[in-house]
C-alpha cells in the first residue's frame, strides 16, 4: 500500500501547485492563539497563511473549501515521536551514543507517518528510544507524506539531541537475562541514576576538552604553525553544539530528583535543557523547571507501568502549566499520535484547562518546545499552511479528521481515502492473481512433487518426536523506548 | 478534586456532602437525586428527573419523585445521571505495576487452570481501584490471564474471570458476580516473525511447524474437555471409588452452558476455529479482543456469540490495512448485528475504556450504541442485566454524576453511586494533585 | 602456469607426444557464432586461444597447426561470465549447506568479544582483509559457477560491517593467487548490525555514524601523515591505523540499497563521503530509476529476486509492497538499461548458482534484452571494476575466458558445452533441462573432445539441479 499511496499522495500533492491559493471558509477556526472565530475563514497562498477572520474573499482561482459546521485547528505537533526510524530506535550498546543521528534513517515509506496524517498530526520531533544516557541526535520533521526523507525534514527546525535519566539507561548496569537470548548480559555503567548524572557530567567534560583541543588547533595554525589536526569525534561535536546553543536537549525524565539533578548539572555545564521528555514527576519540581526555562513534553494519563511512575498523576500537564512551565503532551507511540488532540481533552477533566489550554499542548507548545512557534502552532498571518479541518470539535472524542494540509498543500483527504481503498485493493487481488497463475503454471510444467517455484517438497512433514508444546512464540522484544 | 471546584462551585458543597456521607453512613445506601438529566441506556433521556434509591437498589426514576424523610438529598443541577460504566476486560486487582513480577498475579503456571479464581487475589486496596473509578468506572471484569503476554506462554486455561464492583472493604464484598468466564487463550496458528526468530538466534519455524503445535494444542484441550465430561459422568454415577477434582469441577458449568468461556482471538481463522470448537462442545463462549473480522462477524452473528472489543486505538494489523481499520471494528460488528460491549485488557489504561466506545463513534458506530456497549451490553454479556448497566426500576444502584457525556474525556465525574452508597473520587493522582499544588 | 596440470593430464591422454613444450598450447573454436559484446556479433568466426589469452578473434583465422579444433557448428561463445559481487573463491564464505543467502556473521558470537568503546575500537571491521588472499580454487562451490558459465567473480571477504578488499578473481587455478586479476577492487560495506544489545553498531544509525566517522578518521589520518612527514621535528607521531589503511588502499566503497528509501539514504552517503561509489541490491529500484540516472553511479543489482516465502502461513496475505516488489524487482534491470544507468548483476546467495540462471531469465522476462542482459554479466562488471582492459568481452588480447553454448545463453533449453577459464577448458556438469533427466549429454557432435577437465563426470545424478549439494564429488582438476 505504502508505494502505491504514495504515489496517489504525490498526484494530490501536485495539485497544490506553488502560487496556489486555498481558502477554508465558513468554519470554526480554533486559532489556539487568538481565541475561536465562528464561521470564520482562512486562506493559505504559497503555503503561508495570509489572511485570518470572518469575511476572507477568495483570490481568483483559488481552491475553496466549504468548512459550514466543521472545525479547523492548527496542526497537531507530537514532541516526542519514534515514527519514521528505520533499523532501531535505540543504539543501546554505549551509554553516549550522541554520534548516532535520526537524520540518517529517516524512512518516508513508514505507513505510521500517513496514519498519524490521518489523525491532524503535521510535525514530529522524533528521537531515540531511552536506552541510555544521550541516546542521539534528533530531527523534527514535517509529515510530508509521500516525499523523501530529505523533504520531510522541517527547514529551520533546531535540531535535538536525546537524553535519558532513571530506570532505562540504568537499566544494562543490572541488566536481565532478557535481551541476551540466555546469556550473561554485559554490564554497562551506569547502573545507578547517580552514575547517570555523572556520565552526563563525565561526557561534557570531555566535550570541553574538545572543544578546547580544536581553539587550540585553530589558534595555532592562524599563527602559521603546524599541528597535526584533532581527530573529529562525531560524539563530541553534538555535545559542543549544544554548549554553544546551537542543539537542543530533550531528556527522558521521569523522577523529580533526576529531573533537578540534570538542571542543576546543565547550570553548572554551561548548557540548557530544552524539555524534559515524560517528567511525570514535573508537577514536583514545577517551579524549577520553569526557572530553568526548559519546557515540559508529557503524558496525558500513562501511570502504573514501571516503578519510577509511582508518583504519575494525570493533574501533571495542568501543575505544570499552572506553575508557569511550557506543557505539551507527547504520543510515544505510533497508536498515540494519531489522536492526540483526545488525549489534549484529557486535560480538562483532569485539571480543568481551558479548550485553548488543552489545544495548546499538542499544538502552540510544542511548537515553542521546538523553537518553531514562529512558523507553526497556531492559525495566524504569517505561519505555514499547516491546518486540519473536523467534523467536530478536535476536543470531542467524537470528531473524526477530514482533511489536512502542510504548507498550504493537503496531504490527507478522508474522501480521497476512501477512493484509493478500492484502488489499492483492486492492485492487490491483481498482483495475487498474478502469482497464483504464475504458480500454477509452474506446478503444470513440473508435475506433481516436481520441483516448482517453490522447491519445497509436497511429501508429509518430518516426523518430529512429540516433545513438549513449545507455546507461542515469545512476546514482541520491545526496546526500552518509554 | 482541585477542578471541580473552580469549575462548579456549587459542587463543592455537595462533595463535601458526599465525603460526610461516606464517612458518617457507610450503611447508608439509600438517597434521592434529583434535577439531573436521566440517561436511562434502555430507554429514552429525562430531562429534569429524578431517582430515589432505596437500600442499593432504584426505586423510581421520574419527573417527580418524592423520598422518604430522612433519605440523603442528592441536588445535581445542571449535571447527568448515567448507569455506572462498565470495563469488560481488564487486570484491575490482579497486577499493580505491571512491569514487576512482584507485584503481578497473572497467568499462573500450567496448560488448564480452570479452577484459579480472580476474585481471591484482587486486592481491594489497590491504588488502580480509585483510579478506574473516579473514571466513572463503577464494574469492571478481573481476567486472571493475558493472554500469554506475562510469560504465561503455554497457557490455554487461565482461571475464573470476575465481575468486581469497585467499591467495598473486602474482595468478597466487592464480587459482583463470581466465575463468569473462563479466560482461555485459544490455539492459534501465529506465525513468528522473522525479526523475532533472527533476534531470538532460534531455527526458524516453518507454517508446517507452527501447524503441528497448534493442532497439538487443539487436541490438548479437546482431550481436556473430554477428561471433563467423563468426571462429570463418573460424579453423576456416584461411585465409590469417585475422586473429586477441582479442576474438573470448575468446569461443570462450562459443560452445562452456565460459565462462558471468555476466548481470546485475534484474527478470523481463529474466531472461526473457536466458533467451531464451541459448536463441537456445546459450550458457550465470548470472543475476547478480536482484530481481523472478514466473514466472521456473520458467523457470529449466526451462533449469537457476542464480543468483547479490545482498544478501539490501536494500529491496524498491516501495513496496508485502512488506517481506520480498527477504529470501524465496533461498526462493523454492529452491522452484523453482533452483541459487543468493550475492554482494555490491561490495568494501566483500564480507566479509559469509555474513550473506546467513543473513537468506536467516531467512526461510524451510533452513540447511543457506544454507551450501550460500556453499559448494558456487558451486563447482558455477563448474565448482570438483572443488577446493573442500566438505570432501571429494581437494579442495583450504580450510578454515576456528570458534567455531560461520559465518552467524552474533557467531562469531569462529578460523584459515583455504586449499589446505592456514595463513593469516594479521590485517588492516589487527586491526591498527588492536592499535595503538590500546594507546594509554594 | 595454471595450465600446467591441464597440460599434464594431456600428456597422460595423449601419450608421449604430449610431453613437455611439445604439448599443443593452443585451442580454436573453429566456425561458431561469436557474441563479442564489445562489438557486433560475429555469426561464423573462430576464436583462437593461447597461453590463457584470446589470441585473435574473426570469421577468416588461418588455423595454427598445433592448435586443438573444436567445431563450433551450432555453438555461440560468449565472454566468460562475470558474478559482479559474491563471495565465490572464499571457503570460508560459502554457507552451510542447507542454508540460503549468504553466509551471515552470527548475531552473538561463540566468545564475548572484549567491550566496544566505540567507533575508535573499530568493531567488526575487516577493511583490510583482501580476497585476493582468502581465495582457494577448493571453494566447492566454483564447479557450479563454471558449469553455468561463470569464469569470473568480483569477490569480496564476507565477515563484518567493513567486509575488506576485493578482488576480480578467475573462478580456476592452481593456487589462490592464480585467481586473482586485479585486486583491490573496492571495499565492501554491510549495513547490518547484529541489534540491540549486541555491541556497538548495534542499529542502523549507529552503523552510518560508524562509517561515516571512519571516513572521518581517514581524512585526519591523511593530513596527519602529510602534515607529519613534513614537520617531523617536534611533531607527535601519529599513530599507525590498520583500520584505515585498508580504506586508504579502496578505489571505491561498495553500499548495499535495496528498498527505495535506502536507495535515497545510501546515494545522499556516498555524496557525503567523497567516495567513489557503488551500490548494491536494487530490488526496488523500479521506484528510483531518475534518481539513479541523475546520481551517475553504478549499480550492481542483485539476482536473488524477492519470492513468496516458502515458509509462509497460506492464510497471510501479504503486503501490497511486498506485492509489488516481487512483480517488479525482475524489471530493474531492464529499467535501469532503459535509462542508461550502468549497472551488473550479481548473486547473492548464488550459492545455488543452478538458480542464477533462473533469475537473468526472470529478468529477460520483465523486458531486459539478452544483449543487455549478457552485458550485464560480462563487460559491464568488467568496466566497474577497471578490468574492460582484460576481460569482459571477446577481443584479442583479453583473458581467455570463454563460454560456449549451444542455443542462447539462459533460455531453458541452452547447454553449456565449454568453459574456458583463462584458456583452461572445463567441460561443465550437464544441467538437465527442466522436463527431466537425461536431455542433451555427451559433446558435440561426434568431434573428438579436446582434452578437459571433466568436474562432472563422477556425478552419477545428472538431473540433480542442486549442484551445491555438499555430498557431490569435488572437480579432479585441481
Known amino acids: 500500500m505504502r508505494l502505491v499511496k504514495s504515489t496517489l499522495c504525490l498526484l494530490v500533492a501536485c495539485a497544490a501547485l506553488q502560487g496556489e491559493s486555498i481558502l477554508i471558509r465558513n468554519a470554526t477556526v480554533l486559532t489556539v492563539s487568538k481565541g475561536t472565530i465562528e464561521k470564520g475563514s482562512v486562506l493559505v497562498v504559497d503555503g503561508k497563511i495570509t489572511a485570518v477572520g470572518r469575511n476572507i474573499s477568495a483570490p481568483a482561482g483559488a481552491t475553496v473549501i466549504d468548512g459550514t459546521g466543521k472545525f479547523l485547528s492548527p496542526g497537531l505537533i507530537d514532541c516526542h515521536s519514534h515514527t519514521a526510524v528505520e533499523g532501531g530506535v535505540n543504539e543501546g550498546s554505549l551509554s553516549d551514543t550522541s554520534m548516532v543521528n535520526i537524520r540518517d534513517v529517516l524512512d518516508p515509506l513508514d505507513i505510521n507517518i500517513y496514519r498519524a496524517l490521518a489523525g491532524g498530526l503535521t510535525v514530529s520531533n522524533v528521537l531515540h528510544g531511552s536506552a541510555n544516557a544521550i541516546g542521539g541526535q534528533t530531527i523534527v520533521i514535517k509529515l510530508r507524506w509521500g516525499k523523501r526523507a530529505k523533504d520531510l525534514i522541517f527547514e529551520g527546525a533546531t535540531p535535538g539531541i536525546k537524553f535519558a535519566l532513571g530506570e532505562n539507561p540504568k537499566r544494562q548496569g543490572y541488566p536481565s537475562d532478557l535481551f541476551s537470548g540466555g546469556q550473561a548480559a554485559e554490564r554497562r555503567y551506569p547502573g545507578t541514576r547517580l552514575g547517570v548524572e555523572d556520565e552526563i557530567r563525565e561526557d561534557f567534560t570531555q566535550a570541553k576538552i574538545y572543544q578546547a583541543k580544536w581553539k587550540l588547533y585553530n589558534e595555532q595554525v592562524a599563527k602559521g604553525e603546524h599541528p597535526i589536526p584533532p581527530r573529529k569525534d562525531l560524539r563530541l561535536e553534538p555535545l559542543v553544539e549544544v554548549l554553544e546553543g546551537k542543539r537542543y536537549v530533550h531528556a527522558h525524565s521521569y523522577r523529580a530528583d533526576e529531573i533537578l539533578a540534570l538542571i542543576r548539572t546543565a547550570d553548572e555545564m554551561g548548557f540548557k535543557i530544552r524539555t524534559f521528555q515524560h517528567v511525570l514527576e514535573g508537577y514536583k519540581v514545577a517551579k524549577e523547571i520553569a526557572a530553568h526555562g526548559a519546557g515540559a513534553s508529557t503524558f496525558s494519563d500513562w501511570y502504573g507501568y514501571k516503578y519510577e511512575v509511582i508518583d504519575a498523576t494525570p493533574y501533571n500537564a495542568a501543575i505544570m502549566t499552572r506553575k508557569g512551565v511550557v506543557v505539551s503532551l507527547n504520543s510515544d507511540s505510533d497508536e498515540l499520535q494519531r489522536h492526540l488532540n483526545w488525549d489534549a481533552a484529557k486535560t480538562i477533566r483532569y485539571g480543568g484547562m481551558t479548550e485553548d489550554q488543552a489545544l495548546a499542548m499538542v499544538t502552540l507548545n510544542p511548537a515553542k518546545q521546538l523553537g518553531i512557534d514562529d512558523k507553526v502552532g497556531s492559525i495566524e498571518v504569517g505561519k505555514s499552511g499547516d491546518l486540519v479541518l473536523y467534523d467536530k470539535h478536535p476536543l470531542s472524542n467524537y470528531s473524526r479528521v477530514l482533511k489536512v494540509w502542510i504548507d498550504g498543500t493537503q496531504y490527507f483527504d478522508r474522501d480521497q481515502d476512501l477512493k484509493d481503498r478500492v484502488q489499492l485493493a483492486a492492485r492487490k487481488k491483481e498482483l495475487l492473481d498474478k502469482e497464483k497463475a504464475a504458480e500454477d503454471a509452474a506446478k503444470r510444467q513440473n508435475g506433481p512433487g516436481g520441483r516448482g517455484s517453490g522447491g519445497k517438497p509436497t511429501g508429509p512433514p518430518e516426523k518430529k518426536p512429540d516433545t513438549p508444546n513449545p507455546g507461542p512464540p515469545k512476546p514482541e522484544l520491545k526496546e526500552a523506548a518509554r | 478534586m482541585r477542578s471541580k471546584v473552580f469549575q462548579n462551585p456549587p459542587l463543592l458543597a455537595a462533595s463535601l456532602c458526599l465525603a460526610a456521607l461516606t464517612l458518617s453512613a457507610a450503611a447508608d445506601d439509600s438517597v434521592l437525586i434529583k434535577n439531573v438529566t436521566i440517561h436511562p441506556v434502555t430507554s429514552a433521556d429525562i430531562v429534569n428527573g429524578s431517582v430515589l434509591v432505596v437500600d442499593g437498589k432504584i426505586t423510581e426514576i421520574g419527573i417527580k419523585v418524592t423520598a422518604a424523610k430522612g433519605i440523603k438529598v442528592y441536588d445535581g443541577k445542571g449535571l447527568h445521571l448515567y448507569p455506572g460504566l462498565i470495563n469488560a476486560a481488564s487486570n484491575v486487582g490482579l497486577s499493580e505495576i505491571s512491569s514487576i513480577r512482584d507485584t503481578v498475579d497473572l497467568d499462573e503456571i500450567g496448560t488448564f487452570n480452570p479452577q484459579l479464581k480472580a476474585e481471591v487475589a484482587f486486592n481491594p486496596s489497590s491504588e488502580h481501584v480509585p483510579i478506574v473509578r473516579a473514571a466513572g468506572i463503577t464494574t469492571v471484569l478481573s481476567l486472571p490471564g493475558t493472554g500469554g503476554n506475562f510469560r504465561g506462554e503455554g497457557a490455554i486455561i487461565s482461571g475464573q474471570a470476575s465481575l468486581m464492583h469497585l467499591s467495598g472493604w473486602t474482595w468478597e464484598e466487592m464480587a459482583l458476580k463470581r466465575g463468569v468466564a473462563l479466560d482461555v487463550t485459544f490455539p492459534q496458528i501465529q506465525m513468528p516473525s522473522r525479526q523475532i526468530q533472527q533476534f531470538l538466534g532460534t531455527p526458524a519455524r516453518t507454517f508446517a511447524d507452527v501447524e503441528r503445535d497448534y493442532k497439538l494444542k487443539l487436541e490438548q484441550l479437546s482431550n481436556f474437555f473430554e477428561d471433563a465430561r467423563r468426571y462429570a459422568k463418573a460424579k453423576a454415577a456416584g461411585g465409590a471409588d469417585f475422586q473429586p477434582d477441582p479442576k474438573f469441577e470448575a468446569m461443570l458449568p462450562v459443560l452445562e452452558g452456565k460459565r462462558a468461556l471468555f476466548v481470546r482471538a485475534e484474527k478470523e481463522r481463529a474466531i472461526k476455529d473457536a466458533v467451531e470448537f464451541a459448536d463441537k462442545e456445546k459450550i458457550k463462549i465470548i470472543i475476547a479482543e478480536p482484530r481481523e473480522l472478514g466473514a466472521s462477524a456473520a458467523l457470529l452473528k449466526q451462533h449469537a456469540i457476542p464480543v468483547v472489543l479490545g482498544d478501539t486505538l490501536s494500529l491496524p494489523l498491516k501495513d496496508d490495512d485502512a488506517y481506520d481499520s480498527q477504529y470501524t471494528l465496533p461498526s462493523q460488528l454492529q452491522a452484523a448485528g453482533v452483541k459487543f460491549c468493550f475492554g482494555t485488557f490491561d490495568v494501566e489504561f483500564a480507566r479509559n475504556v469509555a474513550f473506546n466506545a467513543a473513537a468506536a463513534a467516531a467512526f461510524d458506530l451510533p452513540p447511543g450504541e457506544a454507551l450501550k456497549s460500556v453499559t448494558i451490553n456487558a451486563a447482558e454479556i455477563f448474565g448482570v442485566a438483572d443488577q446493573v448497566g442500566s438505570i432501571e426500576k429494581g437494579k442495583l444502584a450504580d450510578l454515576i454524576l456528570t458534567d455531560g457525556d461520559p465518552l467524552e474525556a474533557k467531562t469531569s465525574i462529578k460523584a459515583m453511586f455504586i449499589a446505592g452508597k456514595a463513593v469516594s473520587l479521590e485517588s492516589r493522582h487527586t491526591r498527588l494533585n492536592d499535595l503538590w499544588s500546594s507546594r509554594p | ?478
Open chain 3, 1 to 478: 602456469m595454471n595450465n600446467a596440470r591441464v597440460f599434464a593430464f594431456w600428456a597422460v591422454l595423449l601419450g608421449a607426444l604430449a610431453l613437455q613444450a611439445e604439448v599443443p598450447s593452443a585451442v580454436a573454436i573453429k566456425d561458431a557464432r561469436v557474441v563479442t559484446v564489445s562489438g557486433a556479433e560475429l555469426p561464423k568466426a573462430t576464436v583462437l586461444l593461447r597461453n590463457g589469452l584470446i589470441e585473435d578473434v574473426g570469421p577468416n583465422l588461418t588455423m595454427p597447426a598445433d592448435a586443438w579444433v573444436i567445431d563450433g557448428a551450432g555453438l555461440t561463445v560468449y565472454p566468460g561470465f562475470f558474478n559482479a559481487m559474491s563471495t565465490w573463491g572464499i571457503p570460508d564464505a560459502a554457507p552451510a549447506p542447507g542454508a540460503s543467502g549468504r553466509a551471515a556473521a552470527p548475531a552473538t558470537p561463540a566468545t564475548p568479544a572484549p567491550r566496544v568503546r566505540g567507533p575508535e575500537d573499530r568493531p567488526q571491521n575487516y577493511s583490510y582483509e583482501r580476497a585476493a588472499d582468502l581465495v582457494k580454487p577448493t571453494d566447492r562451490r566454483l564447479e557450479g559457477a563454471r558449469s553455468l558459465g561463470f569464469t569470473t567473480s568480483a569477490t569480496f571477504p564476507n565477515r563484518g560491517i567493513f567486509t575488506g578488499l576485493g578482488a576480480v578473481v578467475d573462478l580456476a587455478g592452481d593456487r589462490g593467487g592464480n585467481m586473482v586479476v586485479r585486486q583491490p577492487i573496492g571495499e565492501e560495506i554491510v549495513l547490518r548490525g547484529g541489534g540491540f544489545r549486541s555491541g556497538y553498531p548495534g542499529s542502523l544509525m549507529g552503523l552510518f555514524a560508524y562509517v561515516r566517522q571512519m571516513y572521518l578518521d581517514l581524512d585526519q589520518y591523511q593530513q596527519a601523515k602529510q602534515t607529519y612527514a613534513a614537520h617531523m621535528s617536534g611533531t607527535p607521531r601519529p599513530p599507525y591505523d590498520h583500520y584505515l589503511e585498508g580504506l586508504l588502499e579502496s578505489p571505491r566503497i561498495l553500499l548495499p540499497a535495496s528498498e527505495a528509501q535506502q536507495i535515497d539514504r545510501v546515494l545522499a552517503f556516498s555524496i557525503e563521503l567523497k567516495q567513489p561509489a557503488v551500490l548494491y541490491g536494487l530490488h526496488e529500484a523500479f521506484n528510483r530509476i531518475d534518481e539513479l540516472k541523475q546520481a551517475n553511479l553504478p549499480v550492481l543489482v542483485n539476482l536473488h529476486w524477492p519470492e513468496k516465502p516458502r515458509e509462509a502461513d497460506p492464510a497471510d496475505v501479504p503486503e501490497l509492497r511486498q506485492l509489488e516488489l516481487r512483480a517488479k524487482a525482475p524489471s530493474v534491470p531492464s529499467l535501469l538499461s532503459k535509462a542508461g544507468v550502468k549497472f551488473a548483476l550479481y548473486s547473492e546467495g548464488a550459492d545455488q548458482p543452478a538458480d542464477i540462471k533462473k533469475q537473468v531469465k526472470k529478468a529477460i522476462d520483465a523486458g531486459l534484452s539478452k544483449a543487455d542482459a549478457i552485458r550485464a554479466l560480462t563487460l559491464s562488471p568488467a568496466e566497474i571494476y577497471g578490468v574492460a582492459d582484460r576481460l569482459g568481452s571477446v577481443d584479442k588480447g583479453k583473458i581467455a575466458n570463454l563460454v560456449v553454448t549451444k542455443g542462447d545463453a539462459f533460455e531453458e533449453k541452452t547447454t553449456v558445452e565449454y568453459v574456458f577459464v583463462d584458456g583452461e577448458l572445463f567441460k561443465p556438469t550437464k544441467l538437465a533441462p527442466a522436463g527431466g533427466p537425461g536431455g542433451a549429454g555427451g559433446g558435440p557432435g561426434g568431434a573428438p573432445s579436446p582434452p578437459q577437465n571433466t568436474t562432472g563426470a563422477h556425478r552419477d545424478n545428472a538431473d540433480d539441479l542442486d549442484l551445491s549439494s555438499p555430498n557431490r564429488t569435488e572437480g579432479g582438476n585441481n
